[in-house]
């Protein structure tokens, strides 16, 4: 059974700060790893999906990772901003495409 | 602007009452994921479907919970009875197979049950 795990559980950065936020998987045989931010009381938005034959995916200043091989994927932040506090989740797709999610970074850029 | 929507948006309700949550997916999308979150399990999946036809359900209590699919416009969520261990947020997902199978979730039901 997958099993995804997010490091660390918490991280709080003053604004304009690189940072990574890390996930690791046990199941190197993945669909494709797709990160999510979550703001409180809402829903899941969908920021970077890679598909298994990848090994990175850009959006403006969000960058992410993968090694299939070590289990690994980082998503990147560049000149962290206020607005990007939120939750960030991490979620493996297995064969039928079912997402096995992480437990979440929770992220304070603090102004 | 193409999105996954749910109803009702919040559901409160006494113990054995039958809660039916509904999910309308984006339209042109034939896979549908319904995942609970809670605040001790995180994100879990419950069921999905493809092209309308149940794929797995193992993640569903089979004696309270069921899922259907009446039409490719409509994903529905059942528990009959609730129980408070039910409370948590229900997200419908909906996904078109294909490369990327990108997943699009709707904005959740917050169920509590009392």
């Known amino acids: 059974k997958q099993e995804v795990t997010q490091i660390p559980a918490a991280l709080s950065v003053p604004e304009g700060e690189n940072l990574v936020l890390n996930c690791s998987f046990t199941d190197s045989a993945i669909y494709n790893l797709q990160w999510f931010r979550q703001d409180p009381g809402k829903g899941l938005t969908s920021l970077l999906l890679?598909?298994?034959?990848?090994r990175e995916q850009t959006s403006g200043r969000l960058n992410a990772s993968l090694d299939k091989s070590s289990g690994r994927s980082t998503l990147y932040i560049a000149a962290s901003q206020p607005g990007d506090s939120a939750t960030y989740l991490c979620?493996?797709?297995?064969?039928?495409?079912?997402?096995?999610f992480g437990s979440g970074t929770q992220l304070t850029v603090l102004p | 602007d193409a999105r996954v929507t749910q109803t009702p948006r919040h559901k409160v309700t006494e113990m054995g009452q039958e809660v039916t949550m509904r999910c309308q997916p984006i339209?042109?999308?034939?896979?549908v994921f319904w995942y609970r979150q809670t605040m001790m399990q995180g994100l879990e999946l419950l069921a999905y479907f493809r092209n309308r036809a149940p794929l797995d359900d193992s993640g569903m209590p089979k004696d309270r919970f069921s899922a259907e699919m009446p039409d490719a416009t409509l994903a529905t969520l059942k528990i009959q009875p609730s129980e408070p261990r039910d409370s948590a947020v229900y997200f419908c997902?909906?996904?078109?197979?294909?490369?990327?199978?990108?997943?699009?979730f709707g904005p959740g039901t917050r169920l509590t049950v009392t």
């Open positions: 979620a493996s797709s297995g064969s039928a495409r079912q997402l096995t």
């Open positions: 890679i598909q298994s034959s990848q």
């Open positions: 997902a909906s996904g078109l197979s294909g490369d990327s199978y990108e997943q699009y």
């Open positions: 339209l042109g999308h034939n896979t």
